[in-house]
């Protein structure tokens, strides 16, 4: 959710109470179990790496991965590994 992001970032400020928009991802996911193939960065100053993970718990898919890039912030470009699990994934799921 955007307060829990929020949160990471500014831990002094009750942003829990404060923030209006809510955009709850994790509760929204709960509502899709398409596959789901999730990659997050292991040095996401944005977004840190343990709300992806909560993310990546509540989604029903029965195919799904979740691909953490060791040392990639949230603004960095994507390594070559990447594009080859994502293919993998993508292959798997499609038969």
Do not use: T
Request: with cysteine.
């Amino acid at each position: 959710s955007l307060p829990d992001a929020a949160a990471a970032s500014y831990p002094i400020f009750p942003v829990h109470w404060i923030m209006k928009n809510r955009m709850n991802s994790a509760d929204s996911i709960r509502q899709c179990a398409q596959p789901l193939f999730q990659s997050h960065g292991s040095e996401d100053a944005l977004i840190p790496v343990e709300l992806g993970h909560k993310l990546h718990e509540n989604s029903p898919a029965e195919s799904k991965e979740f691909f953490e890039v060791e040392g990639m912030g949230h603004w960095d470009p994507l390594p070559e590994e990447y594009w080859q699990r994502l293919s993998s994934f993508v292959d798997d799921v499609c038969g």
